[in-house]
């Protein structure tokens, strides 16, 4: 199977011997979502469209959809396209998602116009939070885990506020997210950096 996502969110699965399509959805019929384009205030894939790819987990693909009634972020049946589960109210930035594991769980990190958040992959509960707002939610940057004895760090940017390090730790049986620096001097505003796999490695 092949998953394709076009930048006015148009969903669709196809069979890769053929291109015939398997199953398919539209953002913006089926959820509710917006898309206005270069007009206004619009933020994120409202203005610019969708361009942060899904991200295929297990028997899953999670996609962020951007739709209304806690359908920020849409996780489907690859198979099939049912929904499996829905979550948030965000809108879509311009970063495609990522599972890591973060201070020992796994979690679907996803870079949004309103921050940087983390779900549960397997039902989509949040898990925590870190508001990061701009003008135009240009959030680009794929979320990158540091492995840190002191607690990992998860590591975004943002035109405007800067390179961000959110540091999560485990409290018990809950996570806590913390900012831990930023460095307003290494802001990246279109381009996303290219990771090979989930992780890099730091020391100190």
């Known amino acids: 199977r092949l998953y394709v996502q076009s930048c006015r969110g148009e969903l669709r699965c196809l069979n890769v011997v053929n291109g015939q399509a398997i199953w398919r959805t539209n953002y913006v019929k089926d959820f509710g979502a917006v898309f206005t384009g270069e007009k206004g205030q619009a933020q994120g894939a409202t203005r610019h469209g969708y361009n942060g790819a899904p991200v295929v987990h297990g028997d899953h693909l999670i ?22 589960w829905k979550s948030q ?45 701009t003008a135009f939610g240009r959030h680009v940057t794929t979320p990158v885990v540091i492995e840190n004895a002191l607690g990992d760090v998860v590591v975004v940017s943002s035109h405007q506020v800067g390179l961000i390090g959110v540091r999560v730790t485990k409290q018990g049986d809950a996570l806590k997210a913390e900012r831990a620096w930023t460095q307003k001097d290494l802001a990246i505003n279109f381009s996303s950096p290219v990771v090979y796999g989930v992780y890099l490695y730091g020391l100190g």
């Not at 990522?98 to 769980?105: E, I, N, P, S």
Request: aromatic share 6%.
């Open 63 to 84: 996609a962020l959809v951007g739709g209304k009634d806690n359908a920020g972020v849409v996780c489907f049946d690859k198979r099939t396209g049912k929904v499996v």
């Open 89 to 133: 109210d965000d809108t879509p930035a311009y970063a495609p998602p990522v599972v890591a594991t973060v201070a020992g769980k796994e979690q679907l990190l996803a870079f949004t116009v309103q921050g940087l958040i983390s779900l549960d992959p397997g039902d989509g509960k949040l898990l925590w939070r870190e508001p990061i707002k």
